[in-house]
């Protein structure tokens, strides 16, 4: 088995255990004997060295371990994310999008919420021109309709 393999189910049953309640009992456990074994010790400098090096052990390696899994996570919500996107009628252009910079990001954001507003004041002009006429609501568009047929109105009017 090679190393990153290795690492990978290690990093996995470590995330999946550290983030369970008996682990944390376990640790809060520890903390209560460290506490208590203060007046045998006297309350030294040794004492309070072994807490502090094992926190900071678990701490150091922790961090590495939890960095991996959400770099794992990030990585396949981001595949699915692009699957969907090429699967759908969205737009293609968003897919690899947490690959810009930071100023591209702002830009885009921007851009989409450009077309946000234009649609919605186009919705808006939609309900003038109806209740100008005296004429009830259209009925809602999402009822009987595939997300694809939908997708394609939104560009339509956009």
């Known amino acids: 088995m090679n190393l990153e393999k ?4 290690l ?3 470590v995330a999946h255990a550290a983030g369970r309640p008996l682990t944390f009992a376990i ?3 520890l903390v209560l004997a460290w506490a208590a074994t203060g ?3 006297k309350f030294s ?3 309070q060295l072994v807490i502090n090096t094992g926190t900071t052990i678990v701490t150091f ?3 590495f371990l939890i960095q991996n899994t959400q770099n794992r996570d990030s990585l396949a919500i981001q595949a699915k994310l692009d699957d969907l996107i090429l699967m759908s009628d969205a737009e293609d252009a968003f897919v690899g999008i947490e690959k810009m910079t930071d100023k591209q990001l702002e830009t885009l ?3 989409c919420e450009a077309r ?3 649609h919605a004041d186009a919705h808006e002009h939609v309900k003038k021109v109806v209740a100008a006429r005296g004429a009830k609501s259209p009925p809602s568009t999402a009822r009987g309709k595939s997300n694809r047929t939908r997708a394609r109105a939104r560009r339509k009017t956009s």
């Open 39 to 41: 007046p045998v010790f």
């Open 11 to 13: 990093a996995n049953l």
């Open 27 to 29: 640790c809060v456990a």
């Open 45 to 47: 400098e040794t004492w």
């Open 116 to 118: 946000a507003r234009a």
């Open 109 to 111: 954001q921007r851009k």
């Open 61 to 63: 390696l922790m961090v």
């Open 6 to 9: 290795t690492f990978t189910r």
